[in-house]
C-alpha cells in the first residue's frame, strides 16, 4: 500500500481534470476498476458539475528571472482551482494571494478555491518572510472548460444483491493520509474481497470529495436501498489510534460490528459519534438517504497537525499503521458477510450434544469450554431474532468464536439459517 | 419584584378571604388579571370549596393586659383558619395551642388547620419560655362563613391555541419565598411576555395551594387538553441554587426544555425528578390529567431552615437570586416557543451553502465554523421529526445558537416549518 | 433445613434409580409430593429417558484383599452412572479410571457418565498417591435396566390459574450445597405457603437435572403457558453472599421482584444476566419456551472449591445462610403475590385524605411521613399502568410500605384492582 501511495503521490488531482484520470488508470493495474465521466454544467441536486480545472504551470518569479515558489517543485504551492493569471505585481497588491503557516514554518499549506473565482499560491513561512519589497512575476497556467467529472467504481457481484459499499475520495494533490492512504487501502481491500467468495456484493467507489459522492448519489438514487452497510475509508495511515465514526443511524449493523471488532481487538480505539462534517459520510447520511455508511480513520481529519500541510507525506504515513487499518476494515467487512441468523432446529430445550460428540464427556480443557459455552449462546439465542453478532454482543463472546460455534452446529443439522 | 414583594408582604392571605383579594388588587396595577371567585360548598373533584375565613384581630394578654402574643405584629401568630374564641385559661390549658420552634427560638413557625376545626397559636420559643403560670386572655377574632375562593387568571393569546401555563400559589401569609416569590416572578414574567409577540398563547395562574389547581381544574377539565406545557413556579428568591423539578411525564418538552437551559448556562444546578409532593403539580400531575407541568424553584420546599417560619421574609429573598430565576425561567418559555420543527428543502444530499454565502470560502473565524457546523446539523436533522431542541441535544450545541442557524437557513428557503 | 439435609446426605442418588426414590419418599414425610415415573426410552424432545442405574456395592481391593476403595464408605467414590465390572488388573490398567484432585488431596472429586458407557472411581489424591505397582480387584456391582425416570410434583391451587414454578433438582449423591440445600429450601418453603393463602397457584418440582426438567416440559408443553413467574432453587447454604441470576428475558416480573428484594435489604449481593450454562434454567429459558425462570443461590455452581467434591458437605453447608436465603426466596415470592395493579378512584387531582383521617393533622412524625409519601405514590401512579412494584421501583420506597400504603388505600375505597 505504501509503494502504491508513492506512485501516486506527485499526481496534481483536484476534483476534476487530468489528475484524476492519472490516478484511476494507475490504480487499473491493481483493480478492474470501471471509470465514468459526467459532463460539466449536469445538475446534481442542488448543486452543478463543475468546469474541468488543468493546470500545466505555476510560479512566482522574482525581479532577477527566479522561479521562487514553484508549481513543480510541490503542486501545494497553487491553490486548487485557481483562476490563470500571467502579471507583474509589488509585494503588497501578492501578498493577499498568499498563503503560509506561522506556527509550521517550514511546511506549505493546501487550500482550494472550488466555487468561488479566485485565484492563490501557497508557501512556506520561511519563503514568505524572504520576500522583499520587489516586483514579482506572478503565473498560473491554468484551464477552466467544460469537460467532465471523474470517478471510477468497481462492482463485485457477491451471492445477494443486497451491497456493502466502500468509498474514498481522490482529490488531493500531494497529499498522504488525506486521500492517498484511503485510496491504498481500499484497492487491496478490494483485491482481497475479489478473490474470496462473498454472501454480499460489494461496491468500491473511488471519487472526488463531496462532488463526487453528490453525483453518484444523483445518478444512483433509486440503487440506494440495496446499500445495506457502507464505509468511507480515509486518514488510514497516520501514527493515531484507530478511530471508528458511526452512522447517522447510530446503531446499524455496520456500526455495531466495527465497535465488537475495535472492541475485542484490545487495542487502543475510539468510537465516535456520527456528525455532519468530515468526507462523504455527510452525503450518505444526508437525512433523505439516511444510509448506514461509518468512517473508518485513524485520527480524525483536522486533529493532527500535518493534515492539509506539506507535512502529510510519504514519511508521515507508515506501513505498520496501513497495514493495522487494512486488517481492522477486512476483519469488519467478514463480519458483516458472516452475520447470519439462525433458527435453532431444537427450540424446545437444549439438543442433547453429547450423543453428537459436542459436548465434554469426562474432563475438557479451557478451550473446549469455550467452545462449549459459544454453542449454548448460539442455540440458546437462535430464535430468528438474533444475528451471530447479537449473540456475541449479548454472551460477550468474540464474533469468531460465535461464528465457529455456528458452523459446527449448523454441520449437525442443528441449525437452519433465516431468510433474510 | 422585591419591591412588589416588600408591598405584599403586610398583607394576611390564607386559602380564602380578603387577604388574596387584596393581594390580586394589588396585583392589577401590573398586569390586568381577570379575578375569579367560586362559592363555597362548591364540589370540586374530591374536594369542597371552603368556607371563607377572614381574621380582624387575635392576640393572647397576661394578667396585666399586655398583648404578649399580637397579630397585629405578625400574622403568623395566628394558625391559619383557627376557630374563633375568646376565653379566659391557665398556661395549662392554652399551651397545646401553642406552637414554637425550639431550634430557631427567635422564630415563629407558621402553621395551618384548614381541614380541621381548632384553634392555635404560634410564637417564638424565646415567647413561650417567658411565659408564667398565670391566667391569660385568649382572643381570635376570626369568622368563617359562606363565601368564596378566590383566584386569578391573565390569558395571553398567541398565534396557536396551544397553551403554556404557569401557576404560582397566593395563600401564605407574610412568607416571602414560600409563595411571594413565585407570585413576582410570575408576574414581571407576564408582563415581559405581554410585550412580545408569541407563538404560544399563555395562561397565568395565581391561586391557593392545593384547593386553588384542584378548583381551576374541576372548572376546567375540557380545557386542559390544550396545555403543551407548564410550570409551576414558587420558592425563587432564595439563595440556593435553582433546581428544575420534572413533570410526571419525565420527558415531556419543557422537562427537556428546562434542562437543557440549566446545563447550557454552566451554573449550579440540579434537576429532580417528580414526586408527587411539593406544590400545585401534584395536582396537574395527577393520573387523570398528567399534565407536561414542572416546577422551578431554589432550594427545594422544607430544605431550607427558614422555610415556613418567619426566618422566611424579605431579607431571607435577594433580588439577585429573584432575577437569575427569572431569567432561567424566561429563557426556558422562550425556547419552547421557538422550539419549531423544519424539514430540509434539500433532503438528499447537502445543499451548497457556498453558492449562497453561507460557507467560508477561504479562511473563517471559530464563531463562523461554530455557527457553519449549526447549520450542517439543522440541516442534517431536519428530516420532519427532530425538534431545534432535538437538534441542539444530540449536537451538544446551545439551542441558541442551533435557533439562530435555523433562522439563515428558513431566510434562504433552505428549511419549511412542519405544522405541528 | 440442616436436619434434613443430613438425613438425605448418605443416600446414593443418582439421575435415576432407587436414590432418587428414597428421597422423593422421604420428603412426602414433609409435604404431599406426588411422585410421577416416566419409562426408560421414553422419547423427550431431542433426548430419551436412560435406561435405570442402581449400584449395591463398589470398591478396589489391593492384593492383600483390603478395600482400599470402598463406595460403603463415600458414594461419591464411583463414578455415576458407571457399568458394572469385576476384574483383575495392574495399576497401569486402572489408572485412566481412577480421578482425583491433585490442588485439594484430601477430597474425593464428583464425576458422572450419563450419556457414555464408561466407568470408573474417584478417590482423594492422597489414596491414589499411596498405590502401588500391584494387582488390583476392581468391582463395580451396578445394573442397567429398563425402568424409570422419577421426579415429584406439589401442586397448590391458589386464587389464579397462574402458576409460579419453584424447581430443584434431585440428581446428586453426597453433596450439600449442590442439590441438598435446594431441596430443602424448596420442602420448608411448600410448608409455609401451603399454610397460607395465595393468589398464585404454585407447582414445586423436584427433578433430576437436565432431563428432569427435559422429560417434564415435554409432558407439559402446552401447560406452560400458565407458568408466570419461576424460580430454580440451588446452592443455598454455603458461606457466599446471595445472587440472583436473571431469566433470559431479563426484565420479568420475578426479576424485577427479586432485584428489588436484594437492593432493599441493604445487604451483600449479586445480581447476574442469564447465561445458557448452569442448572434447570437452561431448559426453561431455552428459546422455545422463554419462561420468566430465574435462578437463586449464593455463590455460582463452580465459583467455589468445594464444588462437586466431598468438600461439599454438611459442615460447609450452614444454618444460618439457609435460613437467609429461605427468607430471601420467601419474600420475593410473597412480593409476586402481591403485586397487583391498581386504578386510584380519584384520578382527577388527589382524594382529600384529610376527610379520611389519612393526612396528618397539624404535626406529624417521621414514620407518618413516610406512610403518608406512599399512599401519594400509589395514589399518583394507580392509572392501571404501574404495578405496586412499578411504584415502589420509581419512588425507592421499600415494596412492603408501598403494600401497606395500597391496602389503607383499597380499604377506604380509594383504589380498585384492575384485573389482569
Redesign the interface.
Known sequence: MHRLMSELFPICRSITGEGVRATLSHLQRHIPLEVREVESGTQ????TVPKEWNIQDAYIKNNKGDRIVDFKKSNLHV?SYSQPIHAKMTLNELKPHL?SLPDNPSWIPY?T????E?W?FCLTHQQLMELSDEEYEVCIDSTFENGHLTFAEYYLEGDIQQEILVSCHICHPSLCNDNLSGIALATFLAKTISLQPNRYSYRFLFIPG?IG??TW??LH?NHVAKIKNGLVVTGVGDPGAVTYKKS?QGDSEIDRAFMHILKSSGKDHSTIDF???GYDE??Y??????LPVGSFMRTPHGKYEEYHTSGDNLDFVQPQYLEESYNFCLQGLTLLDKNNTYL?Q???????L??RGL?K??GGDADGAKRE?AM??V?????GHHSLLDIAER?CIPFEVVHEAAEVLRNHELLKEVNG
Chains 1, 2, 3 share one sequence.
Open positions: 446534481v441536486f442542488d448543486w491553490v498563503f487550500r478555491s472550488y466555487y468561488k479566485s492563490g463531496t459522492s453528490i448519489l444523483a438514487e447517522r456528525f455532519p462534517y455527510r452525503q447520511c444526508s437525512p433523505g438517504f439516511n435453532s431444537n427450540s424446545k430445550c437444549e439438543p442433547q453429547g450423543k459436548y464427556a469426562m459455552m449454548l449462546w442455540l440458546n439465542l437462535s430464535d454472551s
